[in-house]
């Protein structure tokens, strides 16, 4: 079960009283640390519709520890390691990632022949 430290406070996953800590940090713009490791790896709290999540921060799983949910194995290992920088483009500073493909998306039908 993952811990949280919210401030101050540290809370488990199922604690009953994480909403509302959390609905607090979020209006404060401030981000929890996950305990699974020492001194904690930054989270942020995303909002859908009433219900507050923790999120891992972009390009952080390898930071977590294994057994931790938020875990994510270094792109060398799991393959992506050849398709990051040059197919697969991230930006950490807002999280969105650019893909650049070899082939077209849109999908067109054929064409008659000129005469």
């Known amino acids: 079960m993952?811990?949280?430290?919210?401030?101050?406070?540290?809370?488990?996953?199922?604690?009953?009283d994480l909403q509302a800590a959390l609905a607090s940090a979020y209006a404060r713009t401030e981000r929890p640390l996950c305990l699974c490791r020492e001194p904690g790896c930054p989270m942020y709290i995303a909002r859908i519709g009433d219900l507050h999540?923790?999120?891992?921060?972009?390009?952080?799983?390898?930071?977590?520890?294994?057994?931790?949910?938020?875990?994510?194995?270094?792109?060398?290992?799991?393959?992506?390691?050849?398709?990051?920088?040059?197919?697969?483009?991230?930006?950490?500073?807002n999280g969105l990632a650019a893909l650049k493909l070899d082939f077209s998306l849109s999908k067109t039908g054929s064409r008659a022949a000129s005469v």
């Open 53 to 93: 999540l923790i999120k891992r921060m972009p390009l952080s799983g390898g930071g977590h520890d294994p057994s931790c949910d938020s875990y994510e194995s270094p792109y060398e290992l799991s393959g992506l390691g050849a398709l990051m920088g040059s197919a697969i483009q991230l930006d950490p500073q």
């Open 2 to 16: 993952r811990r949280f430290r919210i401030g101050s406070a540290v809370y488990e996953e199922a604690a009953p």
